[in-house]
């Protein structure tokens, strides 16, 4: 969804280590989702690299040669530094687009997706953990992702047991 709406393109590639099951995942959804949004088949370009490879100069030209507006990376944020930092290295200026596994990486020509933003509270809730958080910690610190998406999980399981206890007439007024 980024890459279309936010960027405007479907000149993309997918590039991605084999035998990695999360990028292998991730890279068909991804083909499949700019499928649908654009109506347009067939025009993703894979690239696959093999594990401990240590010179991308071959498919750095071959994504040249394909001259993609942004390149989708789901890879870990290991592979992510040493693939781009190559890349910048060697002169290549991509738009490289990755995952929450990239959170933290700071290089020119990329970005990268999360499930959540801790300026951005869109919910009530969010906004009293976000608070408590700061209290608790300081006011520069800002909800790590997993805790906001722990106390998330929390709140939906809490919800599931009060709504059933609802359902089936108990009390449930000292769960809180």
Do not use: H
């Amino acid at each position: 969804n980024y890459i279309y709406n936010q960027m405007q393109t479907t000149n993309t590639a997918i590039f991605y280590k084999e035998g990695y099951d999360y990028a292998s995942a991730l890279a068909s959804a991804y083909k499949a989702e700019m499928e649908s949004l654009s109506g347009v088949y067939d025009n993703i370009v894979t690239i696959k690299f093999a594990e401990g490879r240590g010179d991308f100069t071959e498919l750095f030209e071959n994504l040249q040669e394909i001259s993609p507006d942004a390149i989708f990376f789901p890879g870990t944020l290991q592979d992510a530094k040493t693939v781009i930092s190559a890349a910048i290295e060697q002169g290549y200026n991509f738009n490289w687009v990755g995952t929450s596994k990239w959170d933290g990486i700071n290089l020119e020509g990329v970005c990268y997706t999360l499930d959540y933003d801790p300026d951005m509270p869109t919910t009530r809730q969010a906004e009293v953990l976000a608070a408590k958080y700061k209290e608790l910690y300081g006011d520069g610190k800002t909800v790590p992702e997993a805790t906001a998406l722990g106390f998330d999980a929390y709140n939906i399981a809490l919800n599931a047991i009060r709504t059933t206890a609802e359902e089936n007439g108990a009390d449930l007024t000292s769960v809180d």
